[in-house]
């Protein structure tokens, strides 16, 4: 059987027709020209189809003498299926490999691994403890051992499917950077056992600076628990938990286009919601890469054209949709002190409920007699800066203006003390 990676070099070295996705699209004499089609009804009526065929791939040539060394790095590894198989070892029908889209292509991982580790951002000049949650089958993994000892001393892979764990396990015997722990990176349990087994041995680092070792890194599953991750992640950050306790540890995504719009959406925006707040009030965040070098049915599995019996999903959970690489870094300032993330839940969880309505008119949804903080919103007493323009529509206020609300809030006698927040997803789901 042919390596994934003797395969995409002699596509390098065979000409063919580049494949072209025409679902939406019909090539003419003319140029490209855009197909009419019925919109479907709703989001939730347009069917993803259940059965597969492979979308056939034709991978650039490899130009740059550096990354064509890491490829042959890369090759030296304990080898994926060829990517022409992966539908047959990782079928799309288990809701695990539909919900997890993972990254497949070499060269893309590589370049992904480099821009998460490597970047003037990220980079803290010491050697990486990475820990590495939904790595599917591993081909970011490999990307990762492609770093040098001075870059990455120790890769902790969290992954809880069997036929993944199939491909990771050889890497471990492969290099001895390599840990690879059968338990998922959703549940609290997975990093108490990290730091029992003691494959967790950092120092805990001053706030002011970037972790110098630490760095965690996941594929944010496309289904509702993976936006809850992404969520409890943000919300970790203020509170110093989870792996916050050992400083400001750089976290790196991929995820769907949709999530980093609605984590990113800046004041006014149609995406702007609790998470956005939550997340630009913790974090400094930025696509690591440009979206155009992660074109979904080049580089990620299943990139299959859905064809035959038909399944129902929402339009931001349906194949295809675009995935990008993203960069988060805590605050060194936080917004939102520590303690005080439940109250900022709260609240935003309440009024974003009334997201075009204006503060006075929705800030009675915090609770009875929750009015009066319109007048310490207002005070005219104070500067100009620590006043909110109670006029302005939820989705519009700024960060200062949620910082205000929530200083309001908290000194506020009457304030309700069940906030009723849930604790850390523990995610079970279906393997088979």
Same mark, same amino acid.
């Given at each position: 059987?042919?390596?994934?990676?003797?395969?995409?070099?002699?596509h390098?070295?065979?000409?063919?027709?580049?494949? @072209?996705?025409?679902?939406?699209?019909?090539?003419? &004499?003319?140029?490209?020209?855009?197909?009419?089609?019925?919109?479907?009804?709703?989001?939730?009526?347009?069917?993803?189809?259940?059965?597969? @065929?492979?979308?056939?791939?034709?991978?650039?040539?490899?130009?740059?003498?550096?990354?064509?060394?890491?490829?042959?790095?890369?090759?030296?590894?304990?080898?994926?299926?060829?990517?022409?198989?992966?539908?047959? =070892?990782?079928?799309?029908?288990?809701?695990?490999v539909r919900?997890?889209?993972?990254?497949?292509?070499?060269?893309?991982a590589?370049?992904?691994? =480099?821009?998460?580790?490597?970047s003037?951002?990220t980079?803290?000049?010491?050697?990486?403890?990475?820990?590495?949650?939904?790595?599917?089958?591993?081909? #970011?993994?490999?990307?990762?051992?492609?770093l040098?000892?001075?870059?990455?001393?120790?890769?902790i892979?969290?992954? $809880?499917?069997?036929?993944?764990?199939?491909?990771?396990?050889?890497?471990?015997?492969?290099?001895?950077r390599?840990?690879?722990?059968?338990?998922s990176?959703?549940?609290?349990?997975?990093?108490?056992?990290?730091?029992?087994?003691?494959?967790?041995?950092?120092?805990?680092?001053?706030?002011?600076?970037?972790?110098p070792?630490?760095?965690?890194?996941? =594929?944010i599953?496309?289904?509702?628990?993976?936006?809850?991750f992404?969520?409890?992640?943000?919300?970790?950050?203020?509170?110093?938990?989870w792996?916050?306790?050992?400083g400001?540890?750089?976290?790196?995504?991929?995820?769907t286009?949709?999530?980093?719009?609605?984590?990113?959406?800046?004041?006014?925006?149609?995406?702007?919601?609790?998470?956005?707040?939550?997340?630009?009030?913790?974090?400094?965040?930025?696509?690591?890469?440009?979206?155009?070098? #992660?074109?979904?049915?080049? =580089?990620?599995?299943?990139?299959?054209?859905?064809?035959?019996?038909?399944?129902?999903?929402?339009?931001?959970?349906?194949?295809?949709?675009?995935?990008?690489?993203?960069?988060?870094?805590?605050?060194?300032?936080?917004?939102?002190?520590?303690?005080?993330?439940?109250?900022?839940?709260? @609240?935003?969880?309440?009024?974003?409920?009334?997201?075009?309505?204006p503060?006075?008119?929705?800030?009675?949804?915090?609770?009875?007699?929750?009015?009066?903080?319109?007048?310490?919103?207002?005070?005219?007493?104070?500067?100009?800066?620590?006043?909110?323009?109670?006029?302005?529509?939820?989705?519009?206020?700024?960060?200062?203006?949620?910082?205000?609300?929530?200083r309001?809030?908290?000194?506020?006698?009457?304030?309700?003390? $069940?906030?009723n927040?849930?604790?850390?997803?523990n995610?079970?789901? $279906?393997? &088979?």
């Amino acid at each position: 059987m042919l390596s994934s990676l003797r395969t995409y070099n002699i596509h390098l070295r065979t000409r063919g027709l580049p494949f @072209i996705y025409t679902r939406n699209f019909v090539s003419t &004499s003319n140029g490209v020209k855009k197909r009419r089609r019925r919109s479907p009804k709703s989001s939730s009526d347009a069917p993803e189809h259940a059965a597969d @065929i492979v979308a056939p791939t034709t991978p650039p040539l490899v130009e740059d003498p550096q990354l064509a060394a890491l490829l042959s790095q890369y090759s030296r590894l304990p080898a994926l299926p060829p990517i022409g198989d992966w539908l047959s =070892h990782f079928p799309s029908s288990s809701p695990v490999v539909r919900d997890r889209i993972t990254i497949r292509d070499p060269a893309s991982a590589i370049r992904v691994a =480099h821009s998460f580790i490597t970047s003037k951002k990220t980079s803290t000049g010491n050697p990486k403890v990475i820990i590495e949650a939904f790595p599917g089958p591993g081909a #970011l993994s490999r990307a990762f051992l492609t770093l040098p000892p001075s870059q990455l001393q120790k890769l902790i892979i969290l992954e $809880d499917y069997g036929p993944y764990l199939e491909y990771l396990r050889p890497l471990a015997h492969a290099d001895p950077r390599v840990r690879v722990v059968p338990r998922s990176g959703f549940n609290w349990d997975t990093y108490s056992h990290l730091l029992e087994t003691g494959d967790l041995d950092v120092d805990i680092a001053p706030w002011n600076t970037l972790h110098p070792e630490l760095h965690f890194v996941t =594929h944010i599953p496309q289904n509702t628990p993976g936006e809850q991750f992404v969520a409890q992640l943000f919300r970790c950050i203020p509170e110093k938990s989870w792996l916050f306790k050992y400083g400001r540890v750089p976290m790196s995504f991929i995820l769907t286009d949709w999530v980093w719009r609605r984590s990113s959406a800046p004041p006014k925006s149609s995406d702007r919601c609790k998470l956005s707040v939550t997340a630009e009030a913790a974090s400094q965040f930025f696509l690591s890469l440009p979206p155009e070098k #992660l074109s979904y049915f080049d =580089h990620f599995h299943p990139a299959a054209l859905p064809v035959g019996q038909a399944v129902f999903r929402p339009q931001n959970r349906r194949r295809g949709n675009p995935f990008l690489a993203v960069n988060v870094l805590p605050h060194a300032e936080q917004v939102i002190e520590k303690g005080k993330m439940d109250q900022w839940d709260f @609240i935003l969880r309440r009024l974003f409920v009334l997201r075009s309505t204006p503060l006075c008119k929705a800030i009675g949804l915090l609770a009875p007699g929750a009015q009066v903080l319109l007048d310490v919103l207002t005070d005219k007493e104070l500067p100009p800066e620590e006043r909110v323009d109670i006029r302005t529509k939820i989705g519009h206020l700024t960060l200062s203006d949620w910082a205000l609300i929530a200083r309001a809030f908290d000194a506020w006698p009457f304030a309700p003390e $069940d906030l009723n927040i849930d604790s850390f997803i523990n995610y079970n789901r $279906d393997q &088979s």
